[in-house]
């Protein structure tokens, strides 16, 4: 039994090494929501992985501030629970704010793994001692800028390039890319910029042996994406339009997608994630660990899941360094020449998290106790 006695919420913001450039904008500076759990002398930390606008998601952190200082917080303060699998069901009075919910959620687990003193990836059933580490490259200014860190990129050892793409720059980046490099494995993500009326160009994505296109359509569609994946042989993964456990239930039974990126800030935390892990599991239906631009908390979490038996091909985790400049856990992420991540053996997410530095980037910050 375990009941949170304090939650405090840090509002962070933390600078890219360069910025990220996707079809719905450009994130220079990534804001994000630390939360940390105390409870028998022990602490456990999550984050909220929603962005300054509504973007990619309809939270923000300030919606996140609200709902997790106004009603989360309230439900679940000083209630007993027997283990992290509890904390939906505490929090379900609050429908969606999925990213809120997780980033206290999966603080909780990241405190069970420590009473319990195990590391948080055995608690989560993982059976993996690395994960496969891939790179996501945001839109460039030309493709010869692309090809240059995309080199760059592989001489480091990341397993799988993923390019994103929008309407003018997709097919022709694609064909240059596939020139360079006939065998990388590579995807492609749209971001939800594309309609049922660019058919033609994923028909001639199609041809260039992609892993998965992921989310081409609208970011809440199920319907479209089925009958885009019909016409295609590349798998369609499903990011976006994956907001939970029952929208995954709703895009499997559809057909709308033969792969699913699974984020845990994104579906609700931990509990959501192996829930959509094990029935995708079920139905043959592979997956894979997206990511956020996450720091090394929110990171951290993301290599635990990725240990799970069906996360099938390489992560959106990539090394600390590849976004920030100084992560705020103790060690940062590192990618090993075989271009994975070793999972840390400590307790927890078992990195230590660097309170001091958390505390120096903190632009607000708020304590509440049962
Ligand atoms: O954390 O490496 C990362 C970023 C991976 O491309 C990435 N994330 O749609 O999958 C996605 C995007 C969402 C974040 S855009 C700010
Ligand atoms: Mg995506």
Request: net charge negative.
């Amino acid at each position: 039994m375990l009941a949170v006695e304090e939650l405090t919420l840090y509002l962070v913001e933390m600078e890219l090494v360069r910025p990220f450039r996707t079809s719905f904008g450009a994130t220079r500076v990534k804001p994000c929501i630390l939360v940390r759990v105390r409870s028998r002398g022990e602490e456990g930390w999550g984050e909220v992985v929603a962005d300054r606008g509504p973007w990619y998601s309809y939270e923000t952190v300030e919606t996140a501030w609200h709902v997790i200082t106004e009603f989360v917080a309230p439900l679940l303060l000083g209630r007993e629970l027997d283990h992290p699998k509890d904390v939906p069901e505490v929090l379900s009075p609050v429908r969606g704010h999925n990213m809120a919910k997780a980033g206290v959620e999966m603080a909780v687990w990241d405190l069970y793994s420590r009473i319990e003193e195990l590391p948080l990836y055995r608690v989560l059933g993982g059976v993996r001692r690395e994960v496969e580490s891939g790179v996501s490259i945001g839109i460039q200014k030309d493709v010869d800028s692309l090809l240059k860190l995309i080199d760059g990129y592989l001489s480091e050892g990341y397993r799988r390039i993923k390019v994103k793409i929008m309407p003018g720059w997709d097919v022709n980046v694609v064909r240059r890319v596939r020139e360079e490099y006939p065998d990388v494995p590579l995807q492609v993500d749209a971001n939800g910029a594309y309609t049922l009326r660019d058919a033609e160009i994923f028909k001639r994505l199609d041809e260039y042996s992609l892993l998965m296109i992921e989310q081409p359509l609208s970011y809440d569609d199920l319907v479209d994406h089925a009958a885009l994946q019909r016409s295609l042989r590349t798998p369609i993964c499903l990011d976006e339009s994956i907001s939970s456990y029952s929208t995954a239930r709703c895009a499997l039974a559809l057909g709308s997608c033969r792969v699913v990126n699974i984020k845990p800030g994104r579906v609700g935390g931990h509990t959501a994630s192996l829930a959509i892990h094990d029935l995708c599991a079920s139905r043959g239906v592979p997956c894979w660990v997206g990511g956020m631009l996450e720091t090394g908390v929110g990171r951290a979490h993301n290599v635990a899941l990725a240990t799970l038996p069906n996360m099938k091909y390489p992560n959106d985790i990539s090394a600390s360094s590849r976004y920030y400049e100084r992560d705020i856990v103790d060690p940062p992420f590192e990618l090993t020449r075989r271009g994975t991540i070793p999972v840390p053996e400590g307790a927890g997410i078992g990195v230590e998290v660097l309170t001091s530095e958390v505390e120096r980037l903190a632009k607000r910050a708020v304590t509440l106790r049962a």
